[in-house]
């Protein structure tokens, strides 16, 4: 099975992917009540790509409407309890991914990876060094990666 191609291990991962497939439903229909049912007040936000591409942010914050930029996932895979990924790609200039942390279906944290290279691992050493038994959960998987060259992150969760 690809590493993308993860299952939900548990009923709670499964409504988590459930909740950001219907996160990106209701932004496609430009329903910001249902946005921000499914956000938390408090949401914290991370960014990492070219300046002037914190898309998601903009939509999100209402500094930009909807169709400023369109997401549209080409995946969406849940990891783990709290954590769903989702990838996309807009025209050739822009891969994308969000990883989205949930608690009790609320979404809680945001990370928005713009031409980036990303490759999610599990890391079992409590003070956050990867110890040698981590392994790959979920890697970046953009159409177009043998034709240029993105910078790499890795997230450890």
Same mark, same amino acid.
């Given at each position: #099975?690809?590493?993308?191609?993860? &299952?939900? =291990?548990s !009923? &709670? /991962?499964?409504?988590?992917?459930?909740?950001?497939?219907?996160?990106?439903?209701?932004?496609?229909l430009?329903?910001?009540?249902?946005?921000?049912?499914?956000l938390? +007040?408090?949401? &914290?936000?991370?960014?990492?790509? !070219?300046?002037?591409?914190?898309? #998601? #942010?903009?939509?999100l =914050?209402?500094? +930009?409407?909807? /169709?400023?930029?369109?997401?549209?996932p080409?995946?969406?895979?849940?990891?783990? %309890? %709290?954590?769903v990924?989702?990838e996309?790609?807009?025209?050739?200039?822009?891969?994308w991914?969000?990883?989205?942390?949930l608690?009790?279906?609320?979404? #809680?944290?945001f990370? &928005?990876?713009?031409? =980036?290279?990303?490759?999610?691992?599990?890391?079992s /050493?409590p $003070?956050?060094e990867?110890? $040698?038994t +981590?392994? =790959?959960?979920?890697? /970046?998987? !953009?159409r177009?990666?043998?034709? $240029?060259? *993105? !910078?790499? *992150? *890795?997230?450890?969760?």
């Amino acid at each position: #099975m690809a590493t993308n191609d993860i &299952e939900p =291990t548990s !009923p &709670e /991962s499964g409504k988590n992917k459930a909740t950001v497939e219907a996160l990106y439903a209701a932004l496609a229909l430009g329903d910001s009540d249902k946005v921000a049912k499914l956000l938390a +007040s408090d949401l &914290e936000w991370w960014f990492h790509g !070219p300046p002037g591409c914190q898309h #998601m #942010m903009r939509v999100l =914050t209402g500094e +930009s409407d909807y /169709s400023a930029f369109t997401f549209h996932p080409r995946s969406i895979t849940a990891i783990g %309890d %709290d954590c769903v990924i989702a990838e996309g790609w807009e025209g050739a200039q822009a891969y994308w991914v969000h990883a989205w942390t949930l608690k009790n279906g609320l979404i #809680m944290q945001f990370r &928005e990876y713009f031409n =980036t290279w990303l490759t999610v691992r599990e890391v079992s /050493s409590p $003070r956050w060094e990867v110890a $040698r038994t +981590s392994h =790959t959960l979920w890697q /970046s998987q !953009p159409r177009d990666r043998f034709n $240029r060259s *993105l !910078p790499a *992150l *890795l997230l450890a969760i």
